[in-house]
T-cell receptor, first 112, second 113 residues
């Protein structure tokens, strides 16, 4: 079955460490996105990529980095520069507009 | 970027229809209206989308105002499993504009048994 996989589901890291969240899709979608969600809040866009080897900053890119070397993969690195990294991170992919997004099941990151 | 406005929360009784409103007064001619829903600790799930005409699928119906400044997601017969946060967003199909979608806080739908 086609889908989008985020791993791990839960992640714990010590303050000051970089951590990379995985996102893989086998839907043959060109576009991929990373969102952050805090408790009781909506989704905020971190980075997005419309094609391999290209990506753009979203509204809250500071302290995060991404790469898009393969169509299927869009990993997100949360760096030590991110001041408040504890959150629920969601990855999504999409066919060409206007079609809808497919979301992964999320990674809950806790920094202690 | 065009924005949407939704009520923070709504309640409905089980087995009754639910009408979830969304205002998008600054919508452009190339914006499609999309609806998603999110269950606790899960990623959002696509529900439906449309441009001008009303749309139906197995999950819901989408009614779009004639001036396109508002829309309504209709769940015809709510069940307890429909309790979720519902997001109304706009997606611009103009290839000259960034494909950057803004999610608001959505509407938290409570279903009463």
């Amino acid at each position: 079955d086609g889908g989008i996989t985020q791993s791990p589901k839960y992640l714990f890291r010590k303050e000051g460490q970089n951590v990379t969240l995985s996102c893989e899709q086998n839907l043959n979608h060109d576009a991929m996105y990373w969102y952050r969600q805090d408790p009781g809040q909506g989704l905020r866009l971190i980075y997005y990529s419309q094609i391999v080897n290209d990506f753009q900053k979203g509204d809250i890119a500071e302290g995060y980095s991404v790469s898009r070397e393969k169509k299927e993969s869009f990993p997100l690195t949360v760096t030590s520069a991110q001041k408040n990294p504890t959150a629920f991170y969601l990855c999504a992919s999409s066919m060409t507009r206007p079609y809808g997004y497919t979301f992964g099941s999320g990674t809950r990151l806790t920094v202690v | 970027d065009a924005k949407t406005t939704q009520p923070n929360s709504m309640e409905s009784n089980e087995e009754e229809p639910v009408h979830l409103p969304c205002n998008h007064s600054t919508i452009s001619g190339t914006d499609y209206i999309h609806w998603y829903r999110q269950l606790p600790s899960q990623g959002p799930e696509y529900v439906i989308h449309g441009l001008t005409s009303n749309v139906n699928n197995r999950m819901a119906s989408l009614a779009i105002a004639e001036d396109r400044k508002s829309s309504t997601l209709i769940l015809h017969r709510a069940t307890l499993r429909d309790a979720a946060v519902y997001y109304c967003i706009l997606r611009d199909v103009n290839p000259n504009r960034d494909d950057k979608i803004i999610f608001g806080k959505g509407t938290r739908l409570h279903i009463l048994p």
